[in-house]
């Protein structure tokens, strides 16, 4: 939705004035063409190897047979999500590794992750329930804690999905997902704890593009359950592709 790899509130106020001053013809085709020098220098970008350390220790990416990008050039008629990332004190991940390897995944399905824009936040917010320096983590997305209400408040400074990471969840959770199609008081949003695997985020995106609480029975597949998914494997399938 961005043309910029770094928004922030000046580069919005520059494409709102870009709007306004381009007619509408040149800026569908400058439009587009920003949409596609933006994607291809994030790719460039996350495209580099990832660094090794940020292999979670209870399962790494893995080579799994479900890597190939060759169906991942949909170009024409992909999507592209917009993410920015905020992280909590404590957080050591970071949302472009972990995007790096969405994009792998998503990219089966002609989806392109975006990074838009992160910053640290420096908020006492996981402070306010024991245990601190954890997010305490709701049991059902309609009554989220006070924390994680607290956390949604601080959202992007641009049109983004916030990926907020944690040093920790109360429930010792990888991750979890906000979905306002589930609950109208919340934004779409991803929580990745610093116990999470190499797909999880790519899972908790996933439970918001595909709007879905369920999860697949395959452990091959990206949504099945983190008790029993094959993590490297990460399977999407042609229904859920044609979901997008
Ligand atoms: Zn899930």
């Known amino acids: 939705m961005f043309c910029t790899a770094t928004a922030d509130k000046k580069a919005a106020r520059t494409k709102a004035n870009h709007n306004r001053t381009q007619k509408p013809e040149s800026e569908g085709r400058i439009g587009r063409l920003h949409r596609t020098l933006g994607n291809q220098s994030v790719l460039r970008m996350i495209g580099a190897p990832p660094a090794a350390h940020k292999d979670a220790p209870d399962g790494g990416p893995g080579t799994g047979t479900g890597t190939t990008t060759a169906a991942g050039g949909g170009a024409a008629g992909g999507k592209t999500v917009d993410v920015y990332g905020i992280n909590l004190p404590g957080a050591t991940r970071t949302v472009y590794d972990d995007v790096a390897t969405a994009n792998t995944i998503w990219g089966k399905c002609g989806v392109t992750i975006k990074v838009v824009g992160g910053e640290s936040w420096n908020t006492d917010?996981?402070?306010?329930?024991?245990?601190?320096?954890?997010?305490?983590?709701?049991?059902?997305?309609?009554?989220?804690?006070?924390?994680?209400?607290?956390?949604?408040?601080?959202?992007?400074?641009?049109?983004?999905?916030?990926?907020?990471?944690?040093?920790?969840?109360?429930?010792?959770?990888?991750?979890?997902?906000?979905?306002?199609?589930?609950?109208?008081?919340?934004?779409?949003?991803?929580?990745?704890?610093?116990?999470?695997?190499?797909?999880?985020?790519?899972?908790?995106?996933?439970?918001?593009?595909?709007?879905?609480?369920?999860?697949?029975?395959?452990?091959?597949?990206?949504?099945?359950?983190g008790s029993i998914r094959n993590v490297g494997v990460d399977k999407l399938d042609a229904t859920q592709c044609a979901k997008l």
């Not at 199609?181 to 779409?188: A, G, L």
């Open 125 to 225: 917010v996981l402070d306010q329930l024991a245990p601190q320096n954890s997010l305490n983590e709701y049991s059902s997305m309609s009554s989220p804690t006070a924390e994680e209400t607290a956390m949604l408040a601080h959202q992007p400074p641009v049109d983004a999905i916030a990926v907020y990471n944690v040093p920790a969840m109360s429930n010792n959770s990888r991750g979890e997902n906000f979905r306002p199609s589930k609950n109208p008081s919340v934004p779409k949003a991803v929580v990745v704890s610093d116990s999470a695997v190499a797909d999880t985020f790519a899972h908790e995106l996933g439970h918001i593009l595909l709007d879905v609480s369920e999860h697949h029975s395959d452990p091959d597949n990206l949504m099945a359950a």
